[in-house]
């Protein structure tokens, strides 16, 4: 595995959220699962979710149309994402931001589920 910024992000994150980064790709990378780097809310109300997108495939994972879903013990919130810029090679870890309408009053202890095609 290897990781990876998105054009955007390599040219605009703060070095202490690199660090942060490839940090948590070190521990990781390994894992089958999508950890979670930041959760926030925005001035919309809107739950913002960064997570180290993990793609353990032979296969470019691509975001058409593709559920991802951020739950906590007390709430679930899904949706359908179309990124035609999100385009992450195989066996390649990529840093993202999610963003959910409505964000749930409690969104702590949260975890991500990315479905596969």
Known sequence: MQLQFEDAWQRTI???DRQIIEELFKNEHANYRHPIIRVAINHRK???VSVL???HSAKEMIFMNRQV????PTANRSHHFTIKSLKIPPYTSMP???IFEQAPENYSDGQITIATP
């Open 69 to 72: 879903q951020f739950h906590t």
């Open 96 to 98: 993202w931001t999610f």
């Open 53 to 55: 997108v993990q793609n």
């Open 46 to 48: 809107q739950l913002l």
């Open 14 to 16: 703060a070095p202490q």
